[in-house]
């Protein structure tokens, strides 16, 4: 069964560089989800699309922001990029329904230097 | 506001043992969705299981088992007979009921089955 896809898996940047990492949700689904877990920590939620719109924004610098696309990838853009931002960072998709699981990629590792 | 309480931060057992991971949570909201999420060592999220707040019916799949209390707010998993595959961090997490609601991730149990 097709996954949601993550790209790229690893991601090392410098201080105050530019970082885009994409996402490709299960084919169908309507809504993107993305997470950062640092180290040790639980996943916690940045921003979700529904319906290339977005529905709910948690914790997401201003330096983040986020889209949706017409065929449903996601991409999320992080500029000015901090050593904090170390992290590794998931999307998830699931179909809108509030009974519908998350599905989680493999994420992306970044790593700021 | 959510909130998803895992008490345990690390358990260690023997192969073969069963194992109990306890999940506590709070919500305001009367219908919600429960889920346990399974991180191995590779970094990946895998779903597991998901109840429904209105269904308190317990089940077992597997060698996974549930056990759902809405009187306590507890959503306690159970790995039975234990493996080293089963080795992983679990996170228990809960949704609201509003369409493309976020996961609320508790802060995880780090299983650790050894030989």
């Known amino acids: 069964a097709a996954g949601v896809i993550q790209s790229p898996r690893h991601l090392i940047k410098e201080k105050r560089e530019t970082a885009t990492l994409k996402c490709y949700p299960i084919p169908r689904h309507d809504t993107v989800y993305w997470y950062q877990q640092g180290p040790g920590q639980d996943p916690q939620f940045l921003i979700s699309?529904?319906?290339?719109?977005?529905?709910d924004k948690g914790s997401i610098p201003d330096r983040f922001s986020a889209q949706q696309f017409s065929d449903y990838h996601s991409e999320l853009n992080m500029s000015s990029l901090e050593l904090g931002d170390s992290a590794l960072y998931f999307c998830a998709s699931s179909l809108g329904g509030v009974n519908s699981p998350l599905h989680f990629g493999n994420g992306t590792r970044l790593t700021v230097t | 506001a959510q909130k998803v309480t895992q008490a345990q931060t690390e358990i260690s057992v023997v192969e073969k043992e069963d194992v109990t991971l306890d999940c506590v949570y709070e919500?305001?909201?009367?219908?919600?969705?429960l889920f346990w999420y399974k991180q191995p060592p590779s970094g990946e999220l895998v779903f597991l299981i998901r109840r429904n707040s209105f269904d308190e019916q317990n089940e077992i799949s597997g060698r996974y088992s549930w056990n759902f209390q809405k009187s306590t707010s507890s959503f306690n998993f159970t790995i039975t007979a234990s493996q080293v595959v089963d080795s992983a961090v679990y996170f228990c997490?809960?949704?609201?009921?509003?369409?493309?609601?976020?996961?609320?991730f508790g802060t995880g149990t780090r299983l650790q089955v050894t030989l």
């Open positions: 997490a809960l949704r609201g009921a509003g369409t493309a609601s976020k996961l609320t």
């Open positions: 919500t305001r909201d009367t219908t919600y969705y």
């Open positions: 699309f529904y319906e290339k719109m977005q529905s």
